[in-house]
């Protein structure tokens, strides 16, 4: 296993992030359904059967005495009429009825009492149902206040429900220099391959793409960058090998480990000290800036006996006589020199014309190295080889100056964001992985690493904490790959929405299919047929520039919409983005996958298994997504945490200025960069190849003895971005 590599020397900012793709999460839950207002209940009041009941109790009650009464007063009538036919004396009469006035007195009081009581009773009965209603409509008042509370919090929530963010970006940890992707088809490398360049573009980032599939991943990027207005840089192996510079103004022993590392990714690894060895007199004798082609030359040279002028010969015809001379003395003291020289002119003849015919060209902040289709794998392998083995130099490229006795000189600290891509690294040797790797590392440049098949250098890394685990579609039940996922992922889930496959991953992938790829691909034509730049100005009057400082987060939507595949499959997909659960009690409709091979085989193509520290996570390359209105560049950790995410889309301003800081500006792309001096300025040079030519400034802020808390820092730098909307 390799020695882990420190990520201490990679700082990257919140504006500086690497967006691998989106992933699908509903952190705030559905609100349910609104409540519901309290109602009145019916009124209560005294009915009119109760008082009739009421009534016809006392009448049955009090009958007897009405009996009674009624029959004291006939009699007292009687008594009346007795007297005045005079049966009875006026003394009898009037005793009489005195006696029945005094019995039916008491009898007419109960009445009257009973009455009362009656009047009383439904009284109280009313007052009663008056303090009910009224502690009623109290509680219904107090119900209806916090019915109003609940709907107004209810609304809150279901706003904030309706417009949180669906899609959250997934970037590459801040502590993490290098990202492993294992599997995955052309049209998910396609999609990843732009969702990086989009990260690039938007902070005017440097980005460079070394393609040995053979199949043109990166036609969607170039359109991009060409709507951007900027112009990428390509070379097609080895068709252009004579445009291109890289690896030609390099130092004697970085060149000599190059060409010895493409020798022995044709031949035997055990013979590439010796190479090296060889190549490395060869250069001493012959000036390290001298070509490839004068290279073989000399390897001629070694071949010929010294009688032998060669007049004929192309290759020595380049050398004179006395480097020949120089070159036998030096070089031919092996015995079996011969056959070395041999075999290395052989495998270093295909790269005769590198840097032959290119230009003084300025930098550019897009560069694709790619290889032919029809060139094979054996080719491609060897020209992959030259390319990320002259990259390796290049991020080891060391600050011009005297070196510090006794010590090594200080490797150069780029301020800006710088991305190498390398799609097809399984057809690399493992030397190389691990050399680039290390040098990107040291250099403080982020290497992403994309491995069709999963080859022992593509398991190891899956494993390696320094790096960033990616797992996509594998091409076979690959059981080694499951069980790296599974040891990595902790061997199971916590959280199964992590995993969940959402509908728009699955038809995305299927709409755009391998037209992302097509041979005819490779044209300057849009959708229409016509040409995208046909003068060196946009639609819009822009012009097409090699770098740019910076593009807008709202342009660069508009262009990733109407100008790519992805875009526009994923605005006629757009209504599939709907929330797949409206309820808690609601299922969700996204498919769950799995961590087994059967599983990592079925994964759709845009879809990407991201090993993270908190286990995997599903996510979707697709950069198509980045235009859906419920997409977000902030991380759902930053949606977690607020103070996390600051900085996305706008400047990030320090709270506190110490006595000493130091600053790294980043160039705006119209002339701010500077060029070192000579050969270096072409766009192959150390400093152009990887836009590692600016370095950061020190600057002294402004300190006070006496702080004031009151005191408003003093505004630095460039202005800040245009803030983005869906943040």
């Known amino acids: 296993m390799p020695k882990a590599r420190s990520s201490a020397n990679v700082t990257r900012g919140e504006a500086g992030r690497t967006y691998l793709g989106w992933r699908h999460r509903i952190l705030l839950p559905p609100p349910g359904p609104a409540p519901r207002r309290p109602a009145p209940s019916d009124a209560q009041t005294v009915s009119e059967e109760w008082i009739a009941g009421q009534r016809d109790s006392e009448a049955q009650t009090n009958r007897p005495l009405y009996f009674a009464l009624a029959g004291l007063v006939l009699l007292a009538f009687l008594c009346l009429a007795l007297w005045l036919m005079r049966v009875l004396p006026g003394s009898l009469a009037l005793a009489g009825v005195f006696a029945c006035a005094a019995i039916a007195a008491p009898v ?155 020798a022995a990714a044709t031949g035997r690894a055990e013979d590439v000290d010796a190479d090296e060895t060889l190549l490395l007199r060869l250069l001493e004798v012959l000036g390290q800036d001298v070509d490839i082609a004068r290279l073989i030359g000399g390897l001629r040279a070694l071949l010929t006996p010294a009688d032998d002028e060669a007049q004929d010969d192309p290759a020595l015809a380049l050398l004179t006589s006395g480097e020949r001379t120089r070159v036998r003395e030096r070089c031919a003291d092996d015995p079996e020199i011969r056959e070395r020289a041999w075999v290395l002119e052989q495998r270093l003849s295909p790269f005769e014309a590198v840097g032959t015919r290119a230009d003084d060209a300025a930098y550019a902040q897009v560069k694709i190295i790619s290889t032919d289709r029809a060139s094979g794998v054996p080719a491609a392998r060897v020209y992959g080889t030259y390319a990320v083995a002259a990259l390796s130099e290049l991020l080891e490229t060391r600050e011009p100056g005297p070196a510090i006795p006794g010590g090594r000189a200080p490797r150069v600290r780029p301020d800006r964001i710088r991305t190498v891509v390398v799609c097809g690294a399984d057809i690399l040797p493992e030397e190389e992985v691990e050399q680039v790797l290390t040098a990107a590392e040291d250099g403080g440049v982020e290497v992403i690493l994309m491995f069709r098949e999963a080859v022992p250098a593509a398991l190891r890394h899956l494993s390696d904490p320094a790096c960033l685990p990616v797992v996509m579609r594998q091409p076979d039940r690959d059981a080694r790959v499951a069980r790296v996922v599974a040891e990595v992922g902790g061997g199971s889930v916590d959280d199964r929405r992590d995993l969940e496959i959402h509908p728009l991953t699955e038809v995305i992938g299927a709409a755009v299919g391998d037209s992302v790829t097509e041979p005819d691909c490779d044209d300057e034509s849009g959708p229409d047929g016509e040409l995208l730049f046909p003068s060196p100005h946009t639609e819009s009057g822009a012009l097409i520039r090699n770098a740019a400082a910076a593009i807008s987060p709202l342009d660069l939507v508009r262009h990733v919409r109407s100008d790519t595949a992805w875009g526009r499959a994923t605005a006629q997909a757009a209504a599939i983005d709907t929330p797949m659960a409206t309820t808690k009690e609601e299922e969700t409709t996204a498919r769950i996958g799995g ?32 235009t859906l209105s419920t997409a977000t560049l902030a991380t759902a950790e930053d949606h977690r945490n607020p103070g996390a995410g600051r900085g996305v889309g706008q400047a990030r301003i320090p709270e506190e200025p110490g006595p000493k800081t130091e600053v790294t500006r980043r160039p705006s792309g119209r002339g701010s960069r500077t060029e070192p001096p000579g050969d270096s300025a072409r766009i192959d040079g150390p400093e152009d190849a990887l836009g590692t030519g600016d370095t950061p400034e020190t600057i002294e802020p402004m300190t006070d003895d006496r702080p004031d808390p009151t005191r408003v820092p003093p505004n630095l730098g460039p202005p800040p971005e245009r803030l983005d909307w869906r943040v």
């Open 595 to 626: 961590l087994d091979a059967e599983s990592l085989r079925e994964l759709p193509p845009t879809a990407a298994l991201v090993l993270t520290s908190g286990g995997p996570v599903l996510t979707d390359t697709n950069p198509g997504i980045l």
């Open 108 to 262: 007419a009081f109960a009445l009257m009492q009973s009455r009362q009581v009656i009047a009383e009773r439904l009284e109280r009965a009313e007052e009663r149902l008056s303090a009910e209603r009224a502690e009623r409509e109290r509680i219904l008042r107090e119900q209806q206040r916090e019915h109003a509370t609940r709907y107004t919090e209810w609304q809150a929530a279901s706003r904030a429900y309706e417009a949180q963010p669906r899609w959250y970006g997934m970037t590459v940890p801040a502590g993490t220099s290098a990202v492993v992707v294992v599997g995955g088809a052309d049209t998910g490398w396609s999609a990843l391959l732009t969702t990086v360049g989009v990260s690039r573009l938007r902070e005017g980032g440097d980005l460079t793409v070394v393609d040995l599939t053979g199949r043109g991943v990166a036609h969607e990027l170039v359109r991009l960058a060409r709507r951007c207005a900027v112009e990428p840089r390509r070379w097609v192996l080895p068709a252009d090998l004579p445009r291109m510079t890289l690896g030609t103004n390099l130092d004697a022993g970085q060149r000599a480990r190059v060409l010895s590392a493409v």
